[in-house]
């Protein structure tokens, strides 16, 4: 995909203002809550702090790339379904991006990887066990399978 | 309670939250998903206390890109309902904080906005500061409103009153009562404030088509915005209408505030182009807060351990406008916690006082961490002195079901009056989170781990809330559709808490449908019913209880039109699955589908008031359970276990509750170790102003949190509770504070009265008890 990009755009207002990508979130826009997390080259990325120009013949992936062109879920969003991950929310694009980058390099990873895994995304609902759960079940879900 | 003896079919089996497909995969829209036409960003004060002398906005006038700039001269001349709190303009000459708003640009990009406010000179006669509430409440302290800083305890919406006095409850005579003790201890703390900050920061978009004004927001209250603007900008409430979309958390500070005017008054000015005002997170830190505590306790007791007299003085900090739900009300109207222990005599003061910080807003379970956190350690000291466990103490003035309280008629404070407890299993709560921590094995048997780190255990109770909501009459509506499917209507907003589930499972319970066979509509307070909103933890059961009564007025109205058809008296008639049918001859029944021509409408009107039974009150108990490794050295504290639990009655959607419990509980750790508020007043800034400064939990700093919630048994129904169900969403943040001070002392046998528990109190704490 080709976009023009102002030099002091960043990723995440390209994504959202230009490529109407608003799954990914932008919370303190100074890198510190991880909501605008994606995934940069397979790996996770703070989008409010990169610039756009700098994604230039790059692999970007948000969460909207996740499910499959017929709407299948991928097991890491299922198992944030039936794992209670989200409360409010907003901080679920992100860590599912976290999660997706995690498992894919590490498809058996332990809770205290896990944990700090996602130490960078901060969850005000304080949903952290849950979203953890549900990162452990998608690590089961995905075992054996190829999931993009 | 009336047994009903059908098991549920749907309440109490868990249930993903309805929206949990679209926000895993980034479909679910938030407010600042959507485009607006301009940006509205706001000027904010450098003062604490001022006078505005002059503005000149000229400049930014001139600025290419500056559509719209309003300052106190552009608004009018009414006044802003502040959630139930002090009233005020939309923008005033005078400033009363660091960052509250002066004047606001509109703009066709954020960068010219940002700009434009640079531009826009204003010249400020300074005004002395006061930042603490004693200090504030005091008769020669700087008068942030010329009738005094203390906010009356008998206000109404919209009145100011302005009496220098503190809110009251007081019953029997607690001189005498003190007189009686054989022990008397005394304490006083101080909680400093806590900050919401949700994730997505306030975002509010404002925009005139013609004479209708249209706003998106992202608000726990959409009703009472709707209620706000039309009040403030006089129009007629049709020509108003909010939406919400997905709310990225609120716990409190999603009410309504000066932006939505403002940013209403910001489009008007540019023709009716859609204004988009986002915070930044430096304004999300530094806008709304759980307000300063300032607290002393004193209680007396018999040896035998029975509580003879319980003294509480609270000075609270409103901030500049505040919300008195913070302070007096909490002890006023909600009457907790002076209700925890059944003491003869009892004397609860609370002064709401304006400072000059930002304001204060209700935080999920208000004041209750901090009123907590003194009477709970005194209780703990008073234990001590009579050689009793702290528990055993507890368990001889908690009151139970069936209990009258307060004991003796209140004599002063006009919003409790003695009523008796329905259902309150409060003793054996206590007992089953004091196992759950290992409270016999641990208690008083801390040991030490690598040379300097201390283990202990702490425990804390209170009563709280979470019934039907006192004020604020809501209507909860449903549709019975033609095909016999339901869609229920409500004005509330779920803000991640799962009401909108929970409503979806009660409608389908009532109407013995499947949960995909009934919908939910809000969002938009066009059509959707008036309602108070999600606040106090009352969604759920204000909302929930009349929910069902809503499904029995639209069964009423099938009843009487089946009737005749089915030759049986409407109350010999059930409706349910989709048919009405003879109670007694089931096989004599009516298909929906084939039989009705139309939509039917139920709905059913009320508030705490109306739902609640006269005479009694519901409590809901609540105890946590903590064990911490204090670092000596360090001062460091880290939380190893916590256990927390309430008498929630009914669990709707169990999984739903329990994720209530553990993010209280996780937010509550936060207040206690870590989320630290400063204000550096010689240069008149805040210093918490992003989430390095302020920091909130992250996944690495708390344990897995056990929670345990008690379930009433049985199949019960009840008249003034969903299934006796209580809202759970607060309950959980009450008790880490004082269950934690507690497993501190019990590790190293100091009590800190000063709350975040920092590594300098703990280090201060240890040194003052060496130097001893």
């Keep these: 995909m080709e976009v023009e990009a102002e030099p002091n755009n960043t990723l995440a207002e390209m994504l959202r203002e230009r490529l109407l990508l608003t799954g990914t979130k932008t919370g303190c826009e100074e890198g510190e809550c991880g909501a605008c997390t994606v995934l940069m080259n397979g790996r996770p990325i703070l989008s409010c702090l990169t610039l756009a120009v700098d994604a230039a013949g790059k692999d970007i992936e948000t969460v909207e790339g996740l499910s499959a062109p017929d709407g299948k879920l991928h097991p890491i969003q ?12 907003f901080c679920t694009s992100g860590m599912i991006m976290v999660a997706k980058g995690l498992l894919d390099e590490n498809p058996n990873p332990s809770v205290d990887e896990i944990r700090r895994a996602i130490s960078g995304n901060l969850c005000r609902c304080g ?3 849950f979203i953890i759960k549900a990162i452990q079940s998608a690590a089961k879900k995905m075992k054996g399978g190829n999931h993009g | 309670m009336a047994n009903v003896t059908n098991e549920f079919k749907v309440v109490g089996k868990s249930h993903p939250r309805m929206e949990s497909a679209d926000l895993v995969t980034g479909k679910a829209k938030f407010v600042n998903d959507m485009k607006a036409e301009l940006y509205g960003k706001i000027l904010r004060s450098p003062l604490p206390h001022a006078k505005i002398k002059s503005i000149d906005v000229s400049k930014a006038l001139e600025l290419e890109g500056v559509k719209a700039v309003i300052t106190h001269k552009d608004v009018p ?26 004047a606001a640009v509109a703009a066709t990009s954020r960068m010219v906005a940002e700009e434009a406010l640079d531009l826009i000179k204003v010249e400020y006669e300074e005004l002395k500061p006061v930042f603490h509430p004693r200090a504030a409440a005091r008769e020669d302290a700087p008068k942030i409103y010329p009738e005094g800083n203390v906010y009356g305890p008998q206000y109404g919406a919209l009145v100011e009153k302005g009496i220098q006095e503190p809110g009251i409850i007081e019953w029997g005579n607690v001189e005498e009562g003190f007189k009686s003790a054989d022990v008397v201890v005394e304490r006083s703390i101080e909680s400093e404030p806590e900050i919401h900050a949700p994730i997505e920061t306030h975002v509010c978009i404002a925009e005139w088509k013609d004479d209708e004004l249209k706003i998106w927001i992202s608000s726990q209250r959409p009703h009472e915005v709707h209620d706000a603007v039309t009040h403030v900008l006089d129009i007629p409430d049709n020509k108003v209408r909010v939406f919400t979309q997905h709310v990225g958390g609120g716990f409190g500070s999603k009410y309504v505030e000066r932006y939505v005017p403002i940013a209403a008054l910001l489009s008007k000015k540019a023709g009716g182009q859609s204004v988009k005002i986002v915070n930044t997170i430096e304004e999300e830190l530094t806008h709304v807060k759980r307000g300063l505590s300032s607290i002393t306790v004193k209680i007396g007791a018999k040896k035998d351990g029975t509580i003879t007299a319980l003294m509480l003085e609270a ?3 409103i901030g500049g406008y505040g919300n008195p739900i913070s302070g007096t009300c909490a002890l006023g109207t909600l009457g907790i916690p002076n209700e925890n222990y059944s003491a003869e005599n009892g004397r609860f003061l609370a002064w709401d006082v304006h400072t000059n910080h930002f304001s204060t807003q209700a935080f999920r379970s208000v004041n209750i961490p901090s009123q907590c956190l003194a009477i709970e350690q005194a209780i703990d000291e008073l234990a001590k002195k009579l050689n009793m466990d702290s528990i055993e103490f507890r368990m001889k ?9 307060p004991k003796k008629p209140v004599i002063k404070g006009t919003s409790i009056s003695q009523a008796t407890l329905e259902y309150y299993p409060a003793k054996e709560l206590l007992e089953d989170i004091a196992d759950k921590i290992g409270w016999k094995e641990k208690r008083g048997k801390g040991f030490t781990r690598d040379g300097t780190k201390k283990r202990g255990v702490g425990i804390a109770y209170s009563a709280g809330w979470g019934m039907a909501f006192a004020v604020g009459e809501t209507t909860m509506v449903v549709y019975i559709n033609r095909d016999g499917t339901a869609t229920v209507l409500t004005g509330t907003q779920d803000i991640g808490t799962g009401s909108n589930t929970a409503f979806r499972m009660i409608a389908a319970e009532e109407l013995g449908l499947e949960f995909d066979e009934v919908s939910i509509k809000t969002g938009d307070t066009s059509f959707t019913p008036h309602d108070h909103g999600a606040i106090a933890s009352r969604t759920l059961a204000t909302g929930g209880i009349l929910l069902i009564r809503a499904v029995q007025d639209a069964k009423d109205k099938i009843r009487a039109m089946v009737s005749k058809e089915l030759g049986v008296n409407p109350e010999n008639i059930e409706v349910i699955g989709k048919s009405a049918f003879d109670k007694n001859h089931p096989e004599n029944k009516i298909v929906l589908s084939q039989f009705l021509e139309s939509t039917i409408v139920g709905s059913a009107t009320g508030s705490g008031f109306l739902i609640a039974k006269p005479g009694t009150k519901q409590r809901q108990a609540m105890v946590v359970a903590a064990e911490v490794e204090v670092d000596a050295e360090t001062g460091e504290v880290k939380v190893i276990k916590m256990v927390t639990g309430g008498t929630c009655g009914r669990m709707i959607n169990p999984e739903v509750v329990r994720g209530q419990y553990i993010g209280g509980a996780v937010q509550g750790i936060g207040e206690a170790l870590f989320e630290k508020f400063v204000f550096d007043e010689k240069a008149l800034a805040y210093k918490h102003k992003t989430f390095t400064d302020y920091k909130i939990p992250t996944s690495l700093d708390v344990p897995e949190i056990i929670a ?8 019960q129904r009840s008249d003034t509770l969903p299934y006796g169900a209580f809202g759970v969403g607060e ?11 507690d497993a501190i002392h019990d590790a190293i046998g100091v009590r800190v009265s000063e709350c975040p528990f920092t590594p300098e109190l703990i280090l201060e704490a240890l040194e003052g008890k060496k130097n001893e």
């Design chain 2, 731 to 741: 309950m959980g943040n009450c008790l880490m504070v004082p269950a934690i001070s």
């Design chain 1, 127 to 129: 949903n952290y066990q």
């Design chain 1, 78 to 89: 299922e198992a944030f379904i039936e794992n209670y991950a989200p409360q409010c929310g």
């Design chain 2, 397 to 405: 003035n908690i009151p139970h079901t069936g209990d009258i309280i």
């Design chain 2, 708 to 715: 345990a919630p008690m379930e009433a048994k049985g199949k």
């Design chain 2, 77 to 102: 001349n009414r006044l802003m309902p502040r959630a139930n709190g002090r009233a005020c303009l939309v923008l005033e000459d005078k400033v009363r904080f660091v960052g509250d708003e002066v």
């Design chain 2, 315 to 317: 000075f609270c900090d």
